[in-house]
């Protein structure tokens, strides 16, 4: 079975050795090497070139090899009645769950001022602040928010959830759709950003939104850049109204050389690595997909073009 392998930041050799494991009758075909077209019943891809799909009439179905599927819904050609599966967890919920907490905790705990107070030479105790005095304004709560959710409330944070549709949390305040969006964030001392990019939700982290937030809030995004208006962002944090953000999605990626992101003193950035694929996890996901399809079985959930997730 040929499966189409498409993706400049994985490595093909890990993806069949262990896709092996799961699905030995697979071997993965580059664009550049694909054999006869006809074979090619199944794609794995991540940000394909442009024109990729028309070469491949037989495709089955199209797997992204992440989360979001934002980049591959704007290709052009990706096949309208192909359906198309994406990530969903895969291993990606303990390390996203752990990059969030950096956060939560930098800003909750106060290490954000001690780095300061350090590069002074001033020893200054502050008192610490239960967690459940802490409110978090949790933007999504699919596959990876969900486990954000838990592990914050577990720990004792005052979470506050936001959804497309109505969803229910144990313990957990949930809010849906554009009227319930204020509620959520109004007031909260930590806004983490889980949503997909969507029509929706492109540049929904604007002034308007940001100002919301209790002054000396601050700002989580793992998700994508572009739900960020990052000039907002700076002005709030100059204003002082908000007193940091911590990112790991830009727009563009790379983050341009001379970006305010850089060098601001309220920014902590990483380079995209909140919650890489993991090979063995999302190999195991895409095979038991795959022998669902062969077998005629329903596949189990696919990306919803048109709501863009
Ligand atoms: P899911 O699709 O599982 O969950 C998306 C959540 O967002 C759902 O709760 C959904 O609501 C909600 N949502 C979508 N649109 C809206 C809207 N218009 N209004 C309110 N809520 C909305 O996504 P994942 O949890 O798997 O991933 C989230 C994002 O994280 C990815 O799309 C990706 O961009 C990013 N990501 C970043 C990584 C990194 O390393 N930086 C790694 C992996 C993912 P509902 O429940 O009603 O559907
Ligand atoms: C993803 C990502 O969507 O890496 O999986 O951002």
Known sequence: MNLLFC???????????????????????????????????????????????????????????????????????????????????????????????????????????????????RWTRRSVRPAGDITVALLGIGALGRAVARQLDGLGYRVRAWSRRPREMDGI????????????????????????????TRGLLNRALLSRLAPGAAVLNPARGAHLVDDDLLELLDSGHLRGAVLDAFDPEPLPPGHRFWSHPRVRLTPHVAAPTLVEPACAQIASTIHR????????PTVDRDAGY
């Open 7 to 121: 993706s400049d930041s994985d490595d093909i050799d890990a993806y069949q050795s262990a896709m092996s494991r799961y699905l030995p009758e697979a071997r993965l075909v580059t664009p550049q090497a694909p054999g006869p077209p006809e074979a090619v019943r199944y794609a794995l891809v991540w940000a394909p070139p442009p024109g990729v799909f028309a070469r491949f009439p037989a495709l089955r179905a199209v797997f992204n090899l992440g989360a979001g599927v934002d980049g591959l819904l704007a290709q052009d050609d990706l096949p309208a009645a192909v359906p198309v599966f994406r990530l969903e967890d895969a291993g990606m919920a303990p390390p996203m769950v752990e990059w969030v907490l950096y956060g939560v905790l930098r800003f909750h705990r106060d290490f954000d001022l001690y780095a300061q107070e350090q590069a002074a030479g």
């Open 173 to 200: 305040t949930v809010r849906h759709g554009p009227e319930g969006l204020h509620a959520v964030v109004t007031g909260a001392d930590i806004l983490v950003c889980l949503l997909p990019l969507t029509g929706q």
């Open 293 to 300: 399809l062969e077998r005629g079985d329903a596949p189990g």
